[in-house]
Structure formats: C-alpha cells, structure tokens
C-alpha cells in the first residue's frame, strides 16, 4: 500500500475537519488522531544513525584528502550539514520517539549527539522540559524569545548591536553558538545552570573527549599527509561546526519566528492559545529538502505528539492539517520571505500581541 494511500486510510478513520470557527480540540484529542503513527521501530533507525555516520565519515575524509583546498572547504561544509541530520536523529531519542527502548534511546542519543558536541542531558533539560514543556512562554522558554521595546531600550549598548546582529537574518549560528549552546550547554555557569547534576558533568566530558579525539585525529592525519594542522583544524573541525550551528539557529528560528507566531507573558493567556499548535510553523521547501533533514520541518506535528517518531512526522503533519484547516501556520519557504520576517520580527508588543520593529511600531 502507498504511503498516500495510508495517510487516506488514516484520515478517513478520523473525524471530520474542525471548522475553523470552533474550539480547537483539547491536545488529547489530537494526539488520538495521531496515535496509529505513534508506533516505532529499531531496524530502521539504527540504519539511519549507521548511514549518516557513514557519511560523517565521507565527508570529513574529503575535507582531509580532497585534491585542492575548495574541495576541501566544500566537504567540510556538507560535514556540517550531516551533522545536522546525527543531531536530528538525536533529538528524537532523546524524546523517545527513535526506538521502542527507553535505555537504547538514551544511548542512540548520545552516540547521535557527539559530532555537534551536544551533552545529552543538558539538552534533554533545556529542550524537553523548557521548550516543549512551556513554547513561547515569556520567561520560561528562553529560545529567540524577543525583547519589548522598553527591555531592548534597557540594554546596554554593546548588547543591543548584539541582538540587532542575532535578528539580522545573518547570524542564527552566532546566537544558537552564543546563547544556548556556550551558555546552557557545553559546561554551563552555575548562574546560566543552578541545577548540578552528575549526568550534566559525564556528558560534558563525554562531549569534550569527542572533540579532543576529532582533534587528535586531524593532528594525525596532518602529520601522515605534510599539510598544515591548522588548516585540517580549520576545513573539518571548525568549519563543519560553524555550518552546524548555522543550521540549527536557522532551524529553531523559522520554527517558532512568524510574522502570525504568538507570544506570551501570562500564562493562562498562554495555556488557552494552545500553544502547541499558534507557536509553530511548518515550513515548506521544494522537495527532497524535508526527507535531507529527517522531516524536522514538520514541526506542528512534532509539538503536538513528541512520541511521533522522525520517519512518521511527514504522515502526522498532513493528517493535522487535513483535521485543522486554516489552523497551522503553514509557509512555503523562500529566502525573500526568511529575511523578510527577519525585518519585521524584531521585538514584540505584549499588549497588542503582535512583533514591531526596532521603533515599536507594529510588523
């Protein structure tokens, strides 16, 4: 049976469509009409961590061995990029939504998470309580959530040209480098961190032992090969992770950063929204790209049900908005709308409930 033709069986066992008049469905009835694509499996999975290690491995071999420096460049670049698809797989096991096995999840995980030097647990906190647990909730998740006019004004002046750098639509890597991952993650301050935990402190090491042995390895491969250890640092340890960082602060930007996106301060203003489904995008690219990053980009689903695993999420996404029309924020993507939203989404009016720019007027 296609894979359409199953998304069909599906839907017409479901409900008809809510109007988009009437209440939204309470969350748990939204997650019994994605309960049939809850189910997971292990086969596939580890497939999918071996392959994209596989080509981890490719990658950083062209960007050691490649006969010229470009080509070099070139496949550290896409080393970058594969690290983003590790880190994809990654999140889903630390959801447990990779495999049926709790413990094989939080292994799968941490072996997903060493090339982009994730602490598993660290993640878990901040992603998985923090985010998902509060999304757009002011003073609670603390992931691009946006300044008013009166806090940016506060600022002192340093961090204001600091911030108008982060939402330039030029630098979701420098802040997603910056601010969550230098500062929440790879060994946190007691002041960005209160909670000590063991766990914390393992996967740090665990994550810094990885980085010292990728090092090493290139340290190796520049003595076997006569060139420089500086440059091999350069094109497969430092530039695959720039281009990391610059994808996941692209990801996590697009996701919850829309001209129709809400934000809130109060939280029962912010339960009633049900923020799970008026917080989120999906946006659309032309195809392939969706199937390149494990379906991530069908974020709406993702935010309803964590328990729908990646190689699912492309079914959930279309059974909701087949079930919610007009509901899900739903933007076909292109660079002119990307930096476009970064023009008009720069702080947001609490009281209005809209994003302004810089002047406090309106987007």
């Keep these: 049976m296609s894979s359409?033709?199953?998304?069909?069986?599906?839907?017409?066992?479901?409900?008809?469509?809510?109007?988009?008049?009437?209440?939204?469905?309470?969350?748990?009835?939204?997650?019994?009409?994605?309960?049939?694509?809850?189910?997971?499996?292990?086969?596939?999975?580890?497939?999918?961590?071996?392959?994209?290690?596989?080509?981890?491995?490719?990658?950083?071999?062209?960007?050691?061995?490649?006969?010229?420096?470009?080509?070099?460049?070139?496949s550290g670049l896409l080393a970058g990029l594969v690290i983003g698809r590790l880190f994809i797989l990654g999140h889903d096991a630390c959801h447990q939504s990779l495999t049926p096995h709790r413990r094989l999840n939080r292994w799968l995980g941490r072996i997903a998470f060493l090339p982009s030097l994730t602490p598993y647990s660290l993640w878990d906190v901040g992603h998985n309580v923090v985010h998902h647990g509060y999304t757009n909730l002011k003073g609670f998740d603390f992931v691009w959530a946006p300044s008013t006019l009166a806090e940016f004004a506060a600022l002192p002046p340093a961090r204001r040209v600091l911030e108008r750098i982060y939402r330039s639509g030029w630098a979701p890597g420098l802040y997603y480098m910056l601010e969550i991952w230098g500062k929440r993650m790879f060994w946190p301050?007691?002041?960005?961190?209160?909670?000590?935990?063991?766990?914390?402190?393992?996967?740090?090491?665990?994550?810094?032992?990885?980085?010292?042995?990728?090092?090493?390895?290139?340290?190796?491969?520049?003595?076997?090969?006569?060139?420089?250890?500086?440059?091999?640092a350069?094109?497969?340890?430092?530039?695959?992770?720039?281009v990391w960082f610059a994808l996941i602060g692209f990801v996590v930007y697009v996701h919850h950063t829309h001209i129709e996106v809400e934000w809130h301060q109060e939280r029962q203003a912010w339960s009633r929204a049900?923020?799970?489904?008026?917080?989120?995008?999906?946006?659309?690219?032309?195809?392939?790209?969706?199937?390149?990053?494990?379906?991530?980009?069908?974020?709406?689903?993702?935010?309803?049900?964590?328990?729908?695993?990646?190689?699912?999420?492309k079914k959930a996404q279309a059974m909701l908005e087949h079930m919610l029309p007009g509901r899900i924020i739903i933007q076909p993507f292109s660079w002119r709308w990307y930096f476009s939203t970064a023009r008009r989404c720069k702080l947001y009016d609490f009281e209005k409930g809209c994003w302004t720019d810089y002047a406090g007027q309106p987007s």
Excluded: C
């Excluded at 393992?202 to 440059?231: E, I, M, P, R």
């Excluded at 350069?234 to 720039?242: D, R, Y």
């Design 4 to 74: 359409s033709l199953a998304l069909h069986d599906l839907i017409a066992g479901s409900n008809a469509p809510i109007a988009a008049g009437a209440p939204l469905p309470h969350r748990k009835v939204l997650r019994a009409w994605l309960a049939p694509l809850s189910g997971k499996t292990t086969a596939w999975p580890l497939l999918l961590l071996a392959f994209d290690y596989a080509l981890l491995a490719a990658t950083l071999a062209g960007a050691v061995l490649a006969p010229n420096a470009w080509l070099q460049l070139a």
């Design 189 to 232: 301050s007691r002041s960005a961190m209160p909670t000590r935990r063991a766990v914390f402190v393992w996967d740090n090491l665990l994550v810094s032992g990885f980085a010292l042995a990728w090092l090493a390895g290139l340290g190796w491969a520049a003595q076997a090969t006569g060139q420089s250890f500086a440059w091999l």
């Design 234 to 242: 350069l094109a497969a340890f430092a530039l695959p992770l720039a």
């Design 274 to 313: 049900q923020p799970f489904v008026s917080t989120t995008v999906h946006l659309r690219f032309r195809k392939g790209i969706g199937a390149a990053l494990h379906h991530i980009m069908e974020h709406t689903a993702h935010h309803v049900d964590m328990g729908v695993p990646l190689y699912r999420l």
